[in-house]
């Protein structure tokens, strides 16, 4: 059985991403997105990432099972210790662990870099469905997330309207002089995904 390898993401690995997202656009209420995108829009997106944040994937041999990544959680500079992460696995490798992995990874690049607040943006249902379900609030709590708000019927897929909460974690110390932070680039030379994964 092949080992579980987290690695950095680069731009070629865009299409076999967008194949493990497409199935959450397209089956799912997970992303309130109703298209996919094209692999050259998902590389604009993994660009604008890699300007700033860590992009990780999860392999099992040379396959792709899972990738996470942080992005800005607002677009002004008082925000900039705080960022929303996303995962998405293999719906057929769920439950296996490589969600944790990933997610161990990328708070140990994050903390690397000086961020102190992690938020999650999640799909969340009234009442589950075959498209939505709570799995993904409590596995964020396994992971020590915390609910802080919920938007009631926002997002509308599938002739359903669903809800949105967000959840917090907090993995640094908040100072009155905050050393300032550093951007992926500069600390991926010495990052080694694998011993956190």
């Known amino acids: 059985m ?3 390898q987290i690695e950095l993401a680069t731009l070629d690995d865009a299409e076999a991403l967008l194949a493990i997202y497409a199935y959450y656009v397209e089956e799912t209420a997970i992303t309130f997105e109703y298209e996919v995108p094209t692999v050259q829009e998902f590389k604009n ?3 604008t990432t890699l300007e700033r944040y860590p992009y990780l994937i999860a392999k099992k041999g040379q396959k792709i099972v899972g990738y996470a990544h942080a992005s800005a959680f607002k677009g002004r ?3 900039d210790y705080a ?3 996303t995962i998405y696995v293999d719906p057929n490798c769920k439950r296996m662990g490589l969600g944790k992995k990933l ?3 990328l708070e140990a690049a994050l903390e690397q870099q000086g961020i102190l607040n992690l938020y999650a943006c999640i799909a969340y249902p009234a009442v589950e469905d075959q498209y939505l379900t709570k799995d993904s609030v409590s596995y964020h709590e396994r992971l020590g997330y915390r609910l802080v708000g919920e938007f009631y019927q926002c997002g509308y897929k599938y002739n359903t309207w669903y809800n949105m909460v967000w959840m917090e974690k907090m993995i640094g110390e908040h100072q009155p002089n905050q050393e300032p932070l550093k951007r992926f680039a500069d ?3 010495q990052f080694k995904p ?3 994964g």
């Open 194 to 196: 694998n011993e956190f």
């Open 45 to 47: 997106r993994m660009a």
């Open 77 to 79: 500079a008082a925000y």
């Open 83 to 85: 960022v929303e992460t």
């Open 187 to 189: 600390i991926q030379a």
């Open 2 to 4: 092949d080992k579980l």
């Open 103 to 105: 997610y161990t990874a």
